[in-house]
T-cell receptor, first 112, second 113 residues
C-alpha cells in the first residue's frame, strides 16, 4: 500500500508570513495533485504535477515535484486569511495504479 | 456548467440499516470516483467507475458497493451500517479518471447512530 505523509498537520501563522507544506512517500507516483478544502465543501484541485523536478506557480503558491517523483511541496508566499483551509496532497499511479492516495492533510489558519 | 451534485447533503441512519448516496457528475464526464473522509483516516479512495464499469477499488469491505448508470450518474450503497461508517462521503468526476483533473462534489455527511 502506498502512503503519503504530509507535514505539518497543523499550521497557524500571521498574515504576510511564508509557509511550506511537505508531502513525502517511499513510493513513486505518476502524478501528484494538491487540493484545498474548506469546511462544508469538497476539495478543489489546485495543481497537478507529473514530471520529476517540475515546478508550477499559481499566483503566490509554488508547487514542486521531487526529482524521483516520491515527494512534493507547496510553498505559499505572503499568506492571506483567504488561504485558510485544509490542504491535501494526492498521488496517482505507481504501484497503486488507478487509485488515488491522499495525505492526511494540513490545516492552515492564517490570522489577520 | 453545473458542478458535481451529491444528494442528500445529510443523512442519519441507525446501525444495521443500509443507505444509498447519489452523485451526478459534470456533463460529459465519464469517470466517477468515491471517497470516504473521516477525521482519523483522512480521505480514502473507495472505488471508481468509468462508462458503467468499476475500474478500480480501494480497501473497503464488500458492504460498500456502487454502480454507474448510462448517463454517468453514480450511486454508492453501504449495507449493514456500522458506527464507524459515519463520515463525509465525497464523489468526484473527471473526463478520463484518476490522475486527471478531479472535480469534487460537496459530499454527503452520513451519521450512523
Amino acid at each position: 500500500t502506498q502512503l503519503l505523509e504530509q507535514s505539518p498537520q497543523f499550521l497557524s501563522i500571521q498574515e504576510g508570513e511564508n509557509l511550506t507544506v511537505y508531502c513525502n512517500s517511499s513510493s513513486v507516483f505518476s502524478s501528484l495533485q494538491w487540493y484545498r478544502q474548506e469546511p462544508g465543501e469538497g476539495p478543489v484541485l489546485l495543481v497537478t504535477v507529473v514530471t520529476g523536478g517540475e515546478v508550477k506557480k499559481l499566483k503566490r503558491l509554488t508547487f514542486q515535484f521531487g526529482d524521483a517523483r516520491k515527494d512534493s511541496s507547496l510553498h505559499i508566499t505572503a499568506a492571506q486569511p483567504g488561504d485558510t483551509g485544509l490542504y491535501l496532497c494526492a498521488g496517482a499511479g505507481g504501484t497503486s495504479y488507478g487509485k488515488l492516495t491522499f495525505g492526511q492533510g494540513t490545516i492552515l489558519t492564517v490570522h489577520p | 456548467k453545473a458542478g458535481v451534485t451529491q444528494t442528500p447533503r445529510y443523512l442519519i441512519k441507525t446501525r444495521g440499516q443500509q443507505v444509498t448516496l447519489s452523485c451526478s457528475p459534470i456533463s460529459g464526464h465519464r469517470s466517477v470516483s468515491w471517497y470516504q473522509q473521516t477525521p482519523g483516516q483522512g480521505l480514502q479512495f473507495l472505488f471508481e467507475y468509468f462508462s458503467e464499469t468499476q475500474r478500480n477499488k480501494g480497501n473497503f469491505p464488500g458492504r460498500f458497493s456502487g454502480r454507474q448508470f448510462s448517463n454517468s450518474r453514480s450511486e454508492m450503497n453501504v449495507s449493514t451500517l456500522e458506527l464507524g461508517d459515519s463520515a463525509l462521503y465525497l464523489c468526484a468526476s473527471s473526463l478520463v479518471g484518476i490522475g486527471a483533473d478531479l472535480h469534487f462534489g460537496n459530499g454527503t455527511r452520513l451519521t450512523v447512530t
